[in-house]
């Protein structure tokens, strides 16, 4: 059974840096591609990043681009996501999730989910 769990979230000034972590159980990081995505209040989930199952690939969303590095430590099964200079519109709860195979930036592309971690950045 696949379970993922975030963690790291928090109340941050702008302009500060947290690091969120995605504890995925026994055995998913030998077939997932892993990405973070977000929601904020009143808007659609978005994607943030993404990583590929070997790791040597990233994509991320431009308004994260530069601020944000998505990582993965396959020994410890978490992912990594760390956000510096924060902007009060990343304000958001934020979602690991898994699939098989090739990385994607769309939600409906994974299966699995965990439960998110709010962030919220503060003017």
């Known amino acids: 059974q696949v379970r993922l769990v975030e963690s790291g979230g928090g109340l941050v000034q702008a302009g500060g840096s947290l690091r969120l972590s995605c504890a995925a159980s026994s055995g998913v990081f030998s077939w997932a591609a892993m990405a973070w995505f977000r929601r904020a209040p009143g808007k659609e989930r978005e994607f943030v990043a993404a990583i590929s199952r070997s790791g040597d690939d990233t994509v991320y969303a431009n308004s994260v681009k530069g601020r944000f590095t998505i990582s993965r430590d396959d020994a410890k099964n978490t992912l990594y996501l760390q956000m510096n200079n924060l902007k009060p519109d990343d304000t958001a709860v934020y979602y690991c999730?898994?699939?098989?195979?090739?990385?994607?930036?769309?939600?409906?592309?994974?299966?699995?989910w965990g439960q998110g971690t709010q962030v919220t950045v503060s003017s």
């Open positions: 999730a898994a699939r098989t195979f090739r990385y994607s930036s769309m939600g409906s592309d994974y299966g699995y």
